[in-house]
């Protein structure tokens, strides 16, 4: 390419560049990104806001807000034992499933992305092909290995486990290009420097790969603090998860909607405030798995 060419080639990615960023969207834009704000914010505002009411104001006006503004269903819940064991359940199987995802699955995508081998893309492949499996097809299986196999029914360790399993594809699909950006000149070097391969996983792969592995980390955290059909499989009694924590409340209380509405209200808001906290770094991750 000819200096000339190149110099016209790029004063036109400038002009484009310059045309997409004056662009402002239209009215449109903004309706339909309010709308689809309503939607996703509606449901959740008529819970906050609904345990802030009594059944009464409720059955008389179910879209009106507060009057007066009562606080005695989130005390309730929040002076309610069971809570706040469900709370330490789903706490800890998370933190267990996040710990299993991040780990094993950077020890996955590892081979997967630094080392040449035959049938690489396609075993990459098969964890591809891993996020189309849902968890309801193995329901059975699952229950026979977790708890007439592995004995681990009703346990942490036992709903972690295939938590992590399921989490394992999407974390390998995003770790992966991480893995693959980083220059082969800064495993030669150190290489040179007396670096083995656990070496520099350890020391250099890691560290570079902090974005990815909190960006699965967090996912992880929220799909195992959400999950409900495998800790209604394999968890009873006190070990079990918020989200069977509201069910067995709205169960129990089925005509205190008001008491529902809290509890639902402050079951969501660690998982809301963990995912709100980390989002910046969960897009940076994205970016970073998209560009890789």
Aim: hydrophobic share 55%; net charge positive.
């Amino acid at each position: 390419m000819s200096a000339a060419t190149f110099t016209q080639a790029t004063e036109s990615g400038e002009r484009r560049l310059r045309k997409v960023r004056g662009h402002r969207a239209g009215p449109a834009t903004y309706f339909i990104a309010l709308v689809l704000v309503g939607l996703t914010l509606g449901p959740v505002s008529f819970a906050v806001l609904g345990g802030f009411r009594t059944n009464a104001q409720l059955a008389a006006n179910p879209a009106g807000l507060p009057d007066p503004w009562v606080t005695d269903n989130y005390v309730r819940v929040l002076t309610d034992a069971n809570f706040w064991r469900y709370a330490l359940n789903s706490t800890v199987v998370a933190l267990i499933t996040v710990a299993l995802v991040v780990v094993f699955g950077m020890m996955a995508a590892y081979p997967l992305a630094r080392f040449r081998f035959k049938w690489r893309e396609r075993i990459y492949m098969i964890f591809v092909a891993g996020l189309l499996f849902p968890a309801t097809v193995a329901i059975i299986p699952l229950f026979i290995l977790i708890t007439k196999d592995l004995g681990l029914g009703n346990t942490w360790l036992g709903l972690a486990l295939p938590q992590a399993a399921f989490q394992l594809p999407m974390t390998i699909v995003i770790l992966r290009p991480f893995l693959q950006a980083i220059p082969l000149e800064i495993e030669e070097a150190a290489t040179l420097d007396g670096a083995g391969r656990v070496g520099f996983f350890a020391r250099i792969l890691l560290p570079l790969s902090g974005p990815g592995m909190v960006t699965t980390g967090v996912l992880a955290f929220v799909a195992s603090w959400n999950a409900y059909l495998l800790p209604l499989l394999l968890l009873n009694g006190d070990m079990r998860t918020l989200p069977l924590g509201v069910a067995d409340f709205s169960s129990q209380y089925s005509s205190d909607t008001a008491g529902v509405f809290a509890f639902t209200t402050l079951s969501m808001i660690p998982a809301l405030v963990f995912f709100l906290a980390m989002q910046n770094k969960i897009v940076n991750g994205l970016q970073g798995a998209v560009k890789g």
